[in-house]
């Protein structure tokens, strides 16, 4: 997870070139799909909504989210998942990670008092994001203040149709489909960037706020591209693309529709604005 963090903090350096978080228009000649880029994760008070973003939601009649984030949230759907896709009991994590980072990683994880046998069964990737996560919740930032979290509830209290790209069990596999090796990978890379403060943390959200991603995000992207290419094709490449295709095949009806997506999958040559443009439809950024 180290491209992301340094994306972020990349971010919170730059002179902001819109002063919102980012949202595009995409037009065809019969629809139009606003794009916002989200994050998942905010502060309870933090000021994301603005007139651009309001007017695109009140024009939707669909809005689409990554995967249904709410129904996570209840239930033991998330539990499930885990168990089903994040445990690995006959490979011990041990033997996969070199023995300072699994200290590292203890030290880290130390909070949540795990029992040392479950982080053993764990798989890299779910111990990552877990690593990932940590951090930014005892920075103040909640899961159930994410901009698509609350955006969620929204779209149900008011009725608008509610899509989803893929299932959470489709999530499951983009990170538990990974070759072992860059599953590790992506958890050393984790360790070596847990040690975040709570004021790098919240400036991360602030560049957000700023609405800066354009003039950074394509570089920050390049290096995840050419130093963890496994992990960029899955986390975004082919995502992107299955994305591109569905929202083009909507471009063709005749619908208003709001896309909310994270961020990352805003940017660069294959986030979703420069993917619909190549395809022949007019992309603006509005914010």
């Known amino acids: 997870m180290r491209v992301v963090a340094a994306l972020f903090a990349a971010l919170a350096l730059a002179a902001p070139a819109f002063a919102a978080p980012p949202v595009w228009a995409v037009r065809s000649p019969t629809a139009t799909i606003y794009l916002f880029g989200t994050i998942h994760l905010m502060t309870p ?3 994301w909504r603005s007139p651009a973003l309001d007017e695109a939601y009140a024009k939707s009649s669909t809005v689409w989210f990554e995967t249904d984030v709410n ?3 209840s239930g033991d759907a998330a539990k499930d ?3 089903q896709y994040g445990l690995d009991p006959d490979h011990p994590l041990s033997s996969k990670v070199d023995a300072t980072h699994l200290a590292a990683l203890k030290s880290a994880l130390a909070p949540l008092n795990l029992p040392e046998a479950g982080l053993e069964r764990m798989q890299p990737w779910i ?3 877990m ?11 909640d899961p159930k203040s994410g901009a698509d979290v609350q955006l969620g509830s929204e779209a149900a209290a008011d009725h608008k149709t509610i899509r989803f790209f893929e299932t959470p069990e489709q999530q499951a596999h983009v990170f538990a489909d990974m070759p072992q090796a860059a599953q590790v990978q992506m958890l050393d890379q984790s360790i070596d960037e847990h040690a975040k403060t709570g004021a790098e943390i919240k400036a991360m959200e602030a560049a957000w706020l700023a609405g800066d991603l354009n003039r950074l995000g394509p ?6 591209k050419t130093q ?4 960029y094709e899955s986390l975004l490449l082919r995502r992107n693309h299955a994305w591109a295709e569905t929202l083009a095949a909507e471009l063709t009806g005749h619908d208003v529709e709001l896309v909310n997506v994270g961020a990352l999958h805003m940017a660069g040559p294959d986030g979703l604005p420069a993917l619909l443009k190549a395809r022949g439809f007019r992309v603006t950024r509005l914010q």
Do not use: H, K, R
């Open 219 to 224: 570089l920050m992207i390049g290096q995840m």
């Open 131 to 141: 690593l990932l996560t940590l951090p930014m919740q005892q920075a103040g930032f």
């Open 45 to 47: 008070n933090a000021a």
């Open 71 to 73: 129904g996570l949230q």
């Open 127 to 129: 111990v990552s994001l």
């Open 228 to 231: 963890y290419p496994a992990f």
């Open 81 to 83: 998942l885990v168990l």
